[in-house]
Each structure stands twice: as structure tokens, then as C-alpha cells.
């Protein structure tokens, strides 16, 4: 078998290596990782459990170009930053203290076949100059740096969902190489539910709030479901629906529901004398305009000592300039009077949603992951963490031996191994071994 040797940078727990070793070896290669770079304690413990390292480093940018071995492929799923303003025409001036430096100073020396890079789908209108343009200053500078280093450059934003993974994750995707322009449209769609990858028939939560859910809603009408006060919709639950800081009324929900609603209406910031908010502190006088009760005070101040609302001041917005440039922020103006406001936002609750066993999950992030539950027999419990390494098409002998919140937070950064196994072999059809011998002049697909 020919060998292909890979370098893996920012490399995670080795989503984009799984997709590439697998993509590869379909190919009839055998593909081999020469260097590993990753830095967080425990993303090593993971990708130490489970491959061989040749080499493993941590801060790429304290690696020489001379210590890296030879590879054909470098693959980095690499942080989002902005570059200079100056654009292509000053080199790497442009892109120094930037981890995406690291990336093209060793590209430029080692000049391999190709690379794979991945990175959120905001990389796409990052640093956007202006409204009507299609790709931000910052995904621009890096399709012009690798062009300039002699590279056919393509891109596009994937969805994990059309790639047999029932999460909506989507995610930029950039390769090259130094003979052939991939195509990174046309994939075949797969799409699978989420019941496909959970288990059952495992402990269930007992605690005040799934007591209150379940006490509430029949099971099957939480499928889906967000807890959060400061939106609405059908698909929502607020913590006043259940009861959780105590009793209210009927005309009491009514009134938090119009509340939270008119909170975001920009007349209000007009009257009040402040900058337009999402979600602003309304008086007495202002929320009578549209709930007009003589027990309205009555219950505000209930809402308020329950802990549904808070009587505070508006917040205006501030501006200061800092050695570092114009900082803006919030803070309460007490020269406005005072008023009510939706206390709670989408991560106050130990439950933040309630996956749909007939549908997707949402884009899983790090700060939420640890609350998602799924429904499991007559209760509801938490995902494991086979079941999130399943939602990004991790292997069955895939271990995680750490702590299940820092396996989480892991998952939540990772990438859909899926999707780069698909990526993957669109290069693997056209690499050459022989590749030094090509000198053809690189393309950029924007």
C-alpha cells in the first residue's frame, strides 16, 4: 500500500484525522500521521487513548519548520481571528500573531500535496467590509495566502445533517492542492434521525424541574422543546409554564408572555431615551399601555419577589476609548426611571432542551451540551457521551477516558468526522505520490 503522511494540527480529539484516515484508506492508501499538535490537557488524554503518535507537540507556533517531518497533507481545524487590514500586500505581515500564521509559514516551507482546514460557518462573513459582500476581509486573506503559496484553493460551508449525522452542524471547509481544484459541492445527501444513535433503557432524572416538565406536558408534547423566558414560540417552555419559582396566575402568565414580547420593540428605547436593545426594562406606565389591570402592581411585585422578573434601570450604551481602541458596553443609567425585566436567559435552567428522537439536534456547542436531555422511557436524562461521540460519527471503540463535562466541552469543539471522511476522498481520487513534479499555475474558487 502507498503510504500518505499527514500532519494534524489543533487537533482536538482527531475528528479530522479519523475522516482522513478512513477517507484514504477506502483509496487503498495508508495513511500515516507524522506530527500531532494540540495543547488542552484533556483532548491529549483522549487522543493519546486512542492513536499512535509518531510525534506529538503542543504550541505549534514554538515548532521550527526544521522539527516537522515531511507530509503530504496538512489537516487544521484551526481558531477564527482577523488579519490586517492590508491585505495580501504585505505577506505574512498580514496574518502574524494569528494562528492561521502558523498554518501558511509551514505550508510555504514544506509545500505539501494539499490541506484540509475547518472552521466555523461565521469564518465565512468574518470581518465583513461590506453588507453586500459574500465573504468577509478574513476568509478572504486566507484564500489569497494560500493561492499566493501556489495552491488550486476551493470552499464551502457543510452541513453535518446531509452527511448521515442527525446534528445541524455546519461548518467551513477549505482544501487545495498543487494540481487539481476539488469540488466541495454535489456530495450525496444522508440524512438519519436521532433516535438511530440513542440508547435506552438507562437512569432517568429526578429532580424539582423534570418533575415540574413532566407534571405539566405529556412526555411526547416536550419532544423538542427549549426552556428559556426571554423567547416564545411553540417550540418554547418558560420557567413561569411550570411553575418553577413558585405558582402564577393565569393573568400573570398572560402578562409575562406580553412582556417578554414587547421588551424587544424599538419604540420603547425611544421613549425610554436609550440605544436599541434585545430585551429592554419597561415601567409600570409603559407596560399598562398594554395590559391594563388594576392588579397590575399587585402582580408585578409578585413576579418580581418570585423571581420571575427584576425591577431594575435601563441600560444605556457606553462608549470608552482604551489603548486597545473604542470598548463599548451596557450599564444601568439610574438618571432613567427604573422598571421590569424577564429575568432568565437560555442557560439559567439545568435543562436548556429537549432533543426530538424523530428529528436533529441542534449545532452542539460547548456551553450547552451538558443540557440536553433526551427522552428515555417514561423520563427524560442527559445524553452520554457514546451518544454525542455518535452525533459526530465517532467510531463504537472511540474512548473517552475523561470526566463526562470535559468530554463535552471537548465535543463541542469538535468536528464531524463524517463530513471530513467525504472531503477526504475527493482528495484521495486525484493524489499524486509523485506530486513535487507538478508545476501547474493555482486557481481560487471564491
Request: glycine share 8%.
Given at each position: ?27 487503498g492508501f495508508a495513511p500515516t500521521c507524522v506530527m500531532t499538535s ?107 495566502k494560500l493561492t499566493a503559496l501556489g495552491y488550486h484553493v476551493s ?278 505520490p509523485d506530486y513535487t513534479t507538478f508545476k501547474s499555475e493555482p486557481?481560487?474558487?471564491?
Amino acid at each position: 500500500m502507498q503510504e500518505v503522511r499527514f500532519i494534524d494540527l489543533f487537533a482536538g480529539i482527531g475528528g479530522l484525522r479519523l475522516g482522513f484516515e478512513e477517507a484514504f484508506k477506502c483509496r487503498g492508501f495508508a495513511p500515516t500521521c507524522v506530527m500531532t499538535s494540540e495543547i488542552k490537557p484533556h483532548a491529549l488524554s483522549v487522543l493519546h487513548k486512542n492513536f499512535e503518535h509518531s510525534l506529538k507537540v503542543g504550541d505549534i507556533s514554538k515548532v521550527k519548520n526544521s522539527a516537522i517531518p515531511d507530509f503530504d497533507f496538512l489537516l487544521g481545524g484551526f481558531p477564527c481571528q482577523p488579519f490586517s487590514a492590508g491585505g495580501k500586500r504585505h505577506g505574512f505581515i498580514d496574518t502574524r500573531g494569528t494562528l492561521f500564521f502558523e498554518i501558511e509559514r509551514i505550508i510555504a516551507e514544506k509545500k505539501p500535496y494539499g490541506f484540509i482546514l475547518e472552521n466555523v460557518e461565521g469564518l465565512v462573513k468574518h470581518d465583513l467590509e461590506y453588507k453586500n459582500d459574500t465573504i468577509g476581509k478574513t476568509l478572504r486573506v486566507i484564500l489569497e495566502k494560500l493561492t499566493a503559496l501556489g495552491y488550486h484553493v476551493s470552499w464551502n460551508v457543510l452541513n453535518a445533517a446531509n452527511f448521515g449525522l442527525p446534528q445541524a452542524r455546519k461548518r467551513v471547509f477549505i482544501v487545495g492542492t498543487l494540481d487539481h481544484e476539488i469540488s466541495l459541492v454535489g456530495f450525496e445527501k444522508n440524512n438519519v434521525r436521532l433516535k438511530e444513535i440513542l440508547e435506552s433503557g438507562l437512569p432517568t432524572l429526578d429532580t424539582k424541574f423534570t418533575k415540574l416538565l413532566l407534571k405539566n406536558f405529556p412526555l411526547k408534547e416536550l419532544h423538542g422543546k427549549s426552556i428559556k423566558d426571554k423567547r416564545g414560540g411553540d417550540d418554547n417552555i418558560h420557567s413561569w409554564d411550570i411553575g418553577l419559582k413558585g405558582a402564577v396566575t393565569k393573568e400573570q402568565s398572560v402578562l409575562l408572555s406580553k412582556l417578554f414580547k414587547e421588551r424587544r420593540k424599538k419604540h420603547w428605547a425611544k421613549e425610554i431615551g436609550i440605544k436599541w436593545m434585545d430585551g429592554m426594562t419597561l415601567t409600570y406606565k409603559q407596560i399598562k399601555t398594554f395590559h391594563d389591570s388594576p392588579k397590575l402592581k399587585e402582580m408585578l411585585d409578585d413576579l418580581v419577589a418570585k423571581g420571575y422578573l427584576k425591577f431594575e434601570y435601563p441600560k444605556s450604551l457606553i462608549s470608552e476609548q482604551t489603548i486597545f481602541g473604542e470598548k463599548t458596553y451596557r450599564a444601568e443609567n439610574k438618571a432613567l426611571k427604573p422598571g421590569y425585566n424577564i429575568v432568565t436567559g437560555k442557560l439559567s435552567f439545568e435543562i436548556n432542551k429537549i432533543l426530538d428522537p424523530n428529528g436533529i439536534a441542534p449545532t452542539l456547542v460547548a456551553t450547552d451540551m451538558a443540557r440536553l436531555v433526551v427522552p428515555d422511557g417514561d423520563g427524560l436524562r442527559r445524553m452520554t457521551l457514546r451518544e454525542g461521540l455518535r452525533l459526530f460519527g465517532f467510531p463504537e471503540w472511540f474512548e473517552m477516558p475523561v470526566k463526562t463535562e470535559d468530554g463535552f466541552d471537548l465535543l463541542g469543539n469538535t468536528v464531524a468526522v463524517n463530513v471530513v471522511k467525504s472531503v477526504g476522498e475527493r482528495l484521495a481520487e486525484v493524489f499524486q505520490p509523485d506530486y513535487t513534479t507538478f508545476k501547474s499555475e493555482p486557481v481560487l474558487s471564491l
